[in-house]
Every structure is written in C-alpha cells, then in structure tokens.
C-alpha cells in the first residue's frame, strides 16, 4: 500500500478511528494504566524560576536546584526561562492546527520508517509493535535550520515561520541549561556543548486524541528519551506523568511554563549522578491534547561516555564509550519500553 493510503486509513486523527477503541490498542492486563492503585495524585515536580540566572548569586542558586531536581527526579518545570510567550502560544496554536486540518494535508508525510527524517505517524514503531499506541504524531530536525526548514510541513500556511521561530528559543534555553547542568556536575560550562559535537535537534508534535476508554490504552507507555535533554511544551488539558519511587507523578500543566528532563546521554555523560526517567503519557475521554517535546542532543558521530572528571576508583565508569549513532540505531530498533536501551551500554552489560 502507498504510503499516503496507509495514513489515511491508520491515522487516529482521521475523523473516524478516534472514535472506536478498536482491539489493536487494548493493551494487556498488566500495561494499563491502573489509576487509582500506581499515582501519586499529592506530588509534584520541581519549578524553577529561571529570571535571576544572570547575577552571581541567582545563578549559583538556579545551579544547586537544578541539580538536585535533576538527581531526585530527572525532571522540572522552569518558568521566567526567557522563551517569549507569544512563541509558546503560537507554537501551540499551529501544532493543534495541523491535526485538525483536512487528513490528506498530513497523510502526505506518512511513514512508517523511523528512519525517514521529516515525517507524520502514529504509535511508537508500527510495525515493531504488537499493540498500537493512542497518539499520532509529527516529527522533523531543527538544527541546523537551513538545512531542514524547507523539508518541514507546508500547511498551516505559518507552520514554518512558527515552528522555526519557537526552535530557536528553544535551542537558546537549551544552550543555556546545558551549561547550567555543566556546571552543576563541577565541569566546565562548556563542556555538554562541547562533548554533544556538531548536536542536534528534533521538534516533535504528539497528538492524543480524545479516547474512548482511558483504562484500556496509553498514548506512550513507561520510557526514557534516547537524546541528552528534552525541553516539553504542552497545552492546558494534562496527561504526562513521571515515574518517582514506583508511582506515577503528575505533571500539572502551568501556563507559559516548560517541563525539562534528562535523557539517556545526560545519565551516560553524569556517570548516573543526573538520572533519565522513565515517563508516560495517559489520555482522557474529555478532548484531545497536543505535547510538544524538542529532543536535543549529540550528533550522530559524537563520541559518548561518562566525563572523565567523574570517573574515580572510588566512582568506576557505569557506562561504555559508544558513537550516539550506536545509541540510536538501538532505540529505534525496538518497542518503546522503559529504559530497557540504556542497560546495553553498561560496561559490563552481555
Ligand atoms: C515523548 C514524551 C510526553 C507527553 O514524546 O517522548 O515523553 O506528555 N511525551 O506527550
Ligand atoms: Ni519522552
């Protein structure tokens, strides 16, 4: 079948699949979502106020909580980070634009190879999957823009003047978080920019569509991302939830706000002193939800492995040296599934 063909039949957002909870997405007993018996309704994540981060004392401030949010949770919220608000909303706006216009606009850039750069799907690895996830979803790279910005969705009209403005921002943020983290391990604050090589950077829009049954699915089940940090935007409805001491936190949304975690090549890098942790997202039978995460992290030639300034006798490297390439090759070799990838770099893994 043509690629095209099988979008418009596999796409949730289609008009129709949204509307059954067909038997390919009932995922077992054992993976649902289990509300009431696996969430932690009363915690919460980290917020970090980002708006002192240029006088010394602020800084150093922002550095402590940083790093210890990243060491308890792997995750926090930041707000005052600089991202201007009417890029957020507007990032917001054409991304919910581009799952509700006509469904031929999107089936265009249907694939099912995870290797296709710039590209529309639906669940996780189609075809390495036995259940189907509750989301569809679009994806392409940011960096460099110039290199990519004219293989982006044409439609909405403004998708490409938003979208490239909104990953500029976030490179930014990015750039200054990496040297935040940088300094919370005791290394140079260059040193993330440096070790992620030529970097790069992947917008990726999730739709989950209004559900018939929550119980039953899960838009992306338990895992951790593959690249070095993730910066989250999403809108007002909630959905994502993170895995702390065996239960389920979730992350309420907060308006202008963005959710940052750590990703598997920060755990390397850290030698497991930042932790990537696993997260999900659940959906709802109320409305459909939009999240937009921006993966960064090194390039494919990159070099990883834990910083020699963290590796003592006393702190043995957990971790092998490995190209990201490697890392990645991996990732999307397989289902989604907690961080089942990251134990095949350890040194003493089989
Ligand atoms: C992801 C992810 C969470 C969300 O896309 O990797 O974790 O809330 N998304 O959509
Ligand atoms: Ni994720």
């Known amino acids: 079948m043509a690629e095209v063909a099988k979008g418009l039949e596999k796409l949730i957002s289609n008009g129709i699949n949204s509307k059954y909870l067909t038997e390919k997405y009932i995922l077992p007993l054992e993976e649902r979502p289990k509300f009431s018996s696996d969430e932690s309704p009363s915690e919460s994540i980290p917020i970090i106020d980002l708006s002192c981060v240029s006088d010394g004392l602020g800084r150093s401030n922002i550095i402590r ?56 799907s639906t669940s996780f690895n189609f075809n390495k999957s036995k259940v189907q996830l509750w989301r569809d979803f679009v994806r ?27 990953a500029l921002e976030i490179r930014a943020l990015i750039l200054k978080l ?53 910066v989250l935007l999403q809108d007002e409805v909630g959905g994502l939830q993170v895995l702390k001491d065996g239960k389920w936190i979730i992350v309420k949304p907060e308006k202008n706000a963005l959710v940052v975690n750590l990703a598997d090549q920060l755990q390397v890098i850290s030698n497991g002193r930042f ?20 993966f960064y992290g090194p390039s494919l030639d990159a070099l990883i492995g834990p910083a020699n300034e963290l590796v003592s006798k006393e702190s043995p490297a957990i971790y092998r040296s490995y190209t990201f390439e490697e890392f990645f090759d991996r990732f999307f070799s397989q289902e989604l599934k907690g961080k089942t990838v990251l134990d095949h770099f350890k040194y003493f893994a089989e």
């Open 140 to 166: 392409h790279p940011c960096h460099p823009l110039e290199d990519y910005i004219d293989s982006w969705p044409e439609k909405p009209e403004n998708y490409r003047e938003v979208a490239s403005k909104y």
């Open 275 to 294: 932790k990537s942790v696993e997260h999900r997202a659940i959906t709802n039978s109320r409305t459909s939800r939009i999240s937009i995460p921006t």
């Open 65 to 120: 909580q940083i790093s210890k949010a990243s060491e308890d949770y792997g995750f926090f919220q930041i707000i005052n980070h600089g991202v201007p608000e009417d890029v957020i909303q507007s990032m917001l706006d054409v991304a919910k634009e581009f799952f509700e216009m006509p469904i031929e606009n999107r089936a265009k850039l249907y694939s099912e190879d995870p290797k296709t750069e710039v590209r529309v």
């Open 178 to 230: 990496l040297a935040l983290l940088s300094e919370g391990l005791g290394l140079d604050s260059g040193y993330l920019n440096e070790k992620f090589g030529k970097h790069y950077q992947t917008l990726l829009t999730n739709y989950y569509p209004s559900c018939p049954d929550p119980n039953l699915t899960l838009g992306l089940p338990g895992h951790s991302d593959p690249n070095g940090i993730t």
